[in-house]
């Protein structure tokens, strides 16, 4: 049996709404998956579905970049592939000419997150189990196996990692039993998007506090005024006991973050996301030591597992925001969390977009089973958008995501989603046009 | 007069025959170029030619990225364009939904590169000067008005870098002439390649300093072993007094750099040049102060001037080595060279490649006549390799690059050189194939 082919599909979702007419400048993204299904001639008919989210133009160079990888996986056969998916990360990650695009950052680095995350797919459908529960019960040296060390060994070697995971390895059992019994915190962004007026801001965060959730987002960064008429705003609606985190989208520069900051201090913001470039090591532990106790998250736009080292070395985040395509896929992911456990940071994912609800849900569920063993202080982000599309959503009760059980990594989004929004040429896109 | 075309060409050197170029992390590279034409109306005929370099499989990826800049510059009217290359470059890298694809590295970034960079050639051609002297008579407002500071003003802000260029501005005319008169210095890698036996090494290293060259590299990190034999060779041909830097190619973590490096410290290398990965800042510190006086330097793979900008703060390396097509082109470049400058780091540029040597020159030369001020203690790096594709090669003499005299940026490939290494149909690829 071997994998026979690796299609790849352009598909856009027009959520910036006012196409017609839009310019290059356009600022308001339509979510969008370059999407891969890898297809198999095995007698059970599965295949792995994975994508890399991205907002819109440039999904083309995206889905290019997933075609270049087609040669190594094509003609492979499949059980020695997915019995040994820490090699093939390797392959496709340290190919010496593709590596040179990156190296291992950007279009070549997400594209290898689509395709690993479609293999993992399609081994958890082969095994029958959501991914989150395969991964929970792969014996600690099998996940050691998965993740590539070059560049680590100065901050986490695979040695402390396997400790790390034979430590968590007792209470497995009772946990995956809690987890599926009581779901995963999550918080809500739905409330905070910059567009929406003060009265659509006070009623979300009612209704967001009135699901369940415990803590809310709220984008800041574009006028400090109106961030702070509208934390004003969320805080006296939140009470004292609800988490606002704020997230300015990598708005400032390290000076400006630190003031901007302070002056929304009042409103005990829980943590402030993305406070400048996520390639600022050093900016980022200064606004942390400058903002300090509100705490500095980061991570959605984080390229790799070499920077989230450095900023775990330097005391520079107190939250780990993995993101489930922005990395090379699980096994990246994998090397991330086992870093943030070294350093007792907690993991607490980005999502929303298209699909990184329902894929990251699993990585956050394999941690806290297998890996940091541990809920508290730990939320996955959740925004209400696209679930539609999914075979598998997400599912949310009482401001908590309740454990996938379908086997595969709940990436396989709906065949007439694909055909109509595949872009240019699907009917949503046709009709937009006109 | 308007932009009315840009067209891009695939074009593949199938250098891997050789092991020309052959390195610790890159075995069989085939250098190639996503390559560029900006054309107009204008009845002056002018092209700007650009591209940006790889080393084979991808080089259509990274030429899809080109393609989808396409919309941003054909129709826009030519001299408002050519006179706001700051803005250009900005609407480019800030485009929301395309920078989503990096942000600001990586395949979407080196796009960026190649189009501004043809930008610039057409300008000068334009203008009849090459590049480095358009650049060197600029006003320093119109120098600092091409930079972007958003993530640089912890470390540099433009009153700093106009300071810079204030301070450097009286003595341009003098330097313009000394340049023209003595040329550039350059060091040679063509004698270091890790494919070659100790006879080629040794012979190599001999019509080096026989051709005036003052400094040379070897590649190391593969074998131990071989490396102190080989550096053993090359410091008995050389002798004490000429400089020979070692280049990793950032086959190390932390501690196997800091051991292997001092490994070869007897032989007293100049430089030890990507001993880790490129995104490891606080990495190369620790490198940096574990193995001085042996300088640390980086570069060519240095993603953005964010990670140039934390280099410097850390003091992690002793030489910045720009590369002409990694980053985004002129203006960013002109950020890390005023970086450079402000933290008196002497840059040393990446070259070799395809094309590379042709178009950092122009930096290098805008640096010394305009920036920093200095030639000491600084080289270009000159690999001589496929200079016979270009319209305006390099010249080197006794060691030192000439200063070029054509209007433009040197980097018009021959007509006859884009037809027949155009992949993969064309002549020199087929024959391949058969």
Request: proline content about 6%; charged content about 25%.
């Amino acid at each position: 049996m071997r994998i026979v082919a690796l299609d790849t599909y352009d598909i856009r979702f027009p959520t910036s709404r006012n196409l017609d007419g839009s310019d290059a400048m356009n600022p308001d993204p339509d979510y969008s998956a370059a999407y891969v299904v890898v297809r198999t001639d095995a007698p059970d008919g599965h295949e792995g579905h994975g994508f890399a989210f991205t907002i819109g133009r440039g999904n083309d160079v995206q889905a290019a970049a997933i075609d270049a990888l087609r040669p190594y996986l094509v003609g492979r056969p499949l059980a020695e592939t997915l019995s040994d998916l820490g090699g093939v990360w390797r392959t496709l990650v340290h190919d010496s000419q593709l590596r040179w695009l990156g190296p291992e950052k950007g279009v070549v680095h997400m594209a290898v997150a689509a395709v690993v995350n479609a293999l993992w797919d399609l081994k958890a459908k082969r095994a029958g189990l959501p991914l989150w529960q395969l991964l929970a019960r792969m014996p600690p040296e099998e996940i050691v196996a998965l993740v590539d060390f070059r560049y680590l060994t100065d901050a986490l070697t695979p040695d402390e990692a396997l400790d790390i995971l034979r430590r968590a390895a007792d209470g497995r059992a009772a946990r995956e039993e809690r987890l599926i019994a009581g779901g995963y915190p999550a918080y809500t962004t739905t409330p905070g998007w910059l567009g929406y007026d003060d009265d659509k801001l006070r009623r979300l965060c009612k209704e967001a506090i009135g699901q369940g959730f415990r803590q809310i987002k709220l984008k800041v960064g574009v006028s400090l005024a109106d961030d702070v008429r509208r934390m004003r705003i969320a805080r006296e609606v939140c009470g004292p006991d609800i988490r606002i985190a704020i997230d300015a989208n990598q708005r400032w520069d390290v000076g400006a973050a630190v003031e901007w900051i302070r002056a929304l201090a009042p409103f005990e913001p829980w943590w402030v996301e993305e406070p400048t470039s996520p390639d600022d090591v050093l900016g980022h532990a200064t606004i942390a030591r400058e903002v300090a106790p509100i705490r500095v998250a980061t991570g959605e736009h984080v390229q790799n597992r070499i920077i989230f080292k450095q900023l775990l070395q330097l005391g520079a985040v107190s939250y780990v925001q993995i993101d489930a395509t922005r990395v090379a896929g699980v096994n990246e992911n994998i090397a991330i969390l086992l870093l943030a456990a070294k350093y007792g940071v907690p993991v607490c994912p980005h999502a929303g977009g298209v699909g990184l609800c329902e894929v990251v849900q699993h990585l956050a569920m394999f941690d806290y089973v297998a890996v940091s063993g541990s809920m508290d202080d730990r939320v996955i982000e959740y925004v209400d958008h696209l679930h539609e599309h999914f075979a598998d959503p997400v599912v949310i009760r009482d401001g908590r995501y309740i454990t996938p059980a379908a086997p595969g990594f709940s990436a396989t989004m709906l065949p007439d989603s694909l055909a109509a929004y595949a872009y240019p040429n699907g009917p949503v896109w046709d009709r937009h046009r006109m």
